[in-house]
Each structure stands twice: as structure tokens, then as C-alpha cells.
């Protein structure tokens, strides 16, 4: 049966799959990262798990995969199959692609993890059928994709959908990126918990917890949370005046608090919108599947280019 590999690596863990002909989940496993190990253990993990699952395609399904996906963080040339950098991994112009190619003698697909994620998002999830698309991942950043006609823009440098650096409050707090008052340092799931932490005067609290608060009505938790909405929804106004999205695709573990969460952004995004066109908020539809699920498409979509002509890494 003729399958693709489908990896996402995290910072913590990989998940990975082996993905049939219209995405069917042929097999799924998950290892971890090992990052504390150092980058090249982490990058010699990734080969080895890569090879483990080409091994089982073979031996499940009688013949080895026909390509693989995969999804890295921080910043990729996706045209260069470089994983260029990646700060919670240690790594730095990793030639991903090429290595892995080699290992398993098949072409391969390299993407960033948020864009790839929307990707999936785009395809067969909250936006199936929209023409254009923006997905926003809260997370301990915050990151995006900018969907057109079923793929994604990744930009002439590679860069694009980086929402969570728009700058929302001038002179602000300052960001690792280098500006002060980027949207990341105000609507993460990172900056809620601060800004909780802060407030309640516990270092171990967290989003989730201000989410809980503020859903039971704790004016404290009130007051954090609709900071983090009003930031939140001046970035998402710059995004879709920018972009006139279709569909808004929110995702991430603050996008958990379900309605908590996107009943005030959409009452604070319909406030701030003026000609621009209000675009359909949802949910994420495929959790922590989104970055794996991505990687099997971006793997059939080398396939479908190449049309079964060898790829060189």
C-alpha cells in the first residue's frame, strides 16, 4: 500500500504517522525530543525515528514509504530544506531535508510547524473550504498561516504569518525579537500565565488556571483576561485588514478555554472592525494533530508535484 511518513517535531516530543492515499492514519507513534541532549542528538533522533517508521511501512504494508513530511519550529527554508534555527532545540542551519532524504532514499518535504499545522487546519479542518484563511496559534508564542487556495505563503523569506510580532502596544514590554510591545508578550498562553502570576502573587500559576478564574468570575482574573482579548484582537485587526481572510482559525493551548476565550475576542474584533469585513471565527479543529496530519499532506503534495520523478534533496 503505497504511504507517505508524516513527522512533527516539537520541542519536547515528535509525533509522527504514516498517512495512506486521502489522508488515512495508517499508523501513529511518538518519541521524545531529547533536546537535552544537544541539537545533533536531537537531529540524529530525528533520523532514526524517520528510518524506524519507514521500516514498519515496509514491513506492514509491503513496501517502504513513498516520501515524508516534516515539521520543524522556529525558522525554515522550506525552498532550501534548511532547518535554519530553532532556539528550544539548539540547532542552526540544519540541512534537513538532504540528510533525511539520504537516510531513507525517498524525497521529502520540509515545512515550518505553525504553517504546516494551518495547512492541515486549511484542508481538512476548521477552514475546509475557504478560499483564504488565517490561522493563529497561541501558544508560548504566537505564530500564524495565511491560507490561499489550499496551500499556504510562506513568504519570500520564509517569514510570513509572524502575527505574533506585530506590535500592538508601542513601547511596551520588550520581546526576544528585539521590539518592545509585540502581540506575543501580551495574548500568549506564556504572557496570560505571567500576567496571572503577577496578579495572584503564586509563580506556579498558569493560563489555564486564569481561564478557570475567569470563567468563575474573579475580578482579578477579569481584568488579565481582557487585557490579553483587547491585544489579541488589535493584532488579529491588523492581520484580516491586511489579509480579508474568510475565515479565522484560532488555535493553541489558550484557544482551550473554548468560549471563554472566543466569545470576547469576537465581540472585541466586531468593536474594532470598520470597512473590513468580518471574518468567521473558530476554533482550531485538529489539536496537537494539526503539525503531523500537515506533514503527511505537504509529503503527498511532493508526490503529486513530482508525479513519481526523483527528487534531489
Known amino acids: 500500500m503505497r504511504h507517505v511518513i508524516a513527522l512533527d517535531v516539537g520541542g519536547t516530543g515528535m509525533k509522527a504517522a504514516l498517512v495512506g492515499a486521502e489522508g488515512a492514519l495508517l499508523h501513529r507513534a511518538r518519541r ?19 528510518a524506524d517508521l519507514r521500516e514498519h511501512g515496509a514491513r506492514q504494508f509491503g513496501e517502504p514509504a513513498a516520501a515524508a513530511g516534516v515539521a520543524v519550529p522556529g525558522i525554515v527554508d522550506e525552498a532550501g530544506g534548511v532547518a535554519v534555527y530553532a532556539a528550544n532545540l539548539g540547532w542552526r542551519d540544519v540541512p534537513l531535508r538532504a540528510r533525511l532524504a539520504e537516510r531513507l532514499g525517498a524525497p521529502v518535504a520540509l515545512g515550518h510547524d505553525v504553517r504546516t499545522g494551518g495547512l492541515a487546519e486549511g484542508r481538512i479542518g476548521a477552514a475546509r473550504g475557504a478560499d483564504r484563511f488565517l490561522f493563529v ?3 508560548t508564542g504566537i505564530a500564524g498561516a495565511i491560507g490561499v487556495d489550499g496551500r499556504v505563503e510562506a513568504g519570500a523569506h520564509g517569514f510570513a504569518g509572524e502575527i505574533g510580532h506585530i506590535v500592538v502596544r508601542p513601547g511596551g514590554a520588550p520581546c526576544p525579537c528585539g ?15 505571567e500576567a496571572w502570576a503577577a496578579a495572584v502573587g503564586d509563580p506556579e500559576a498558569d493560563a489555564a488556571d486564569c481561564a478557570k478564574a475567569f470563567s468563575s468570575g474573579d475580578p482579578r482574573a477579569l481584568r488579565v483576561w481582557q487585557s490579553a482579548v483587547d491585544a489579541l484582537a488589535d493584532g488579529l485587526v491588523t492581520g484580516l485588514t491586511l489579509l480579508d481572510p474568510r475565515t479565522l482559525v484560532i488555535g493553541g493551548g489558550l484557544a482551550e478555554a473554548g468560549e471563554a476565550l472566543f466569545t470576547p475576542l469576537r465581540d472585541a474584533v466586531r468593536r474594532r472592525v470598520t470597512f473590513q469585513k468580518l471574518p468567521e471565527i473558530v476554533p482550531a479543529a ?6 503531523c496530519l500537515g506533514a503527511g499532506l505537504l509529503a503527498w503534495d511532493l508526490l503529486n508535484t513530482t508525479d513519481g520523478m526523483e527528487v534531489t534533496p
Not at 521524545?32 to 537531529?43: L, M
Not at 485538529?286 to 503539525?291: H, I, K, P, T, V
Open 32 to 50: 521524545d525530543t531529547g533536546r537535552e541532549r544537544g541539537p545533533d542528538a536531537v537531529v540524529a533522533g530525528i533520523l532514526d525515528f524517520a
Open 286 to 291: 485538529l489539536g496537537d494533530s494539526a503539525g
Open 179 to 193: 521590539q518592545r510591545g509585540c502581540l506575543e508578550r501580551f495574548a500568549s498562553a506564556a504572557a496570560v500565565g
Open 137 to 139: 496559534a497561541l501558544g
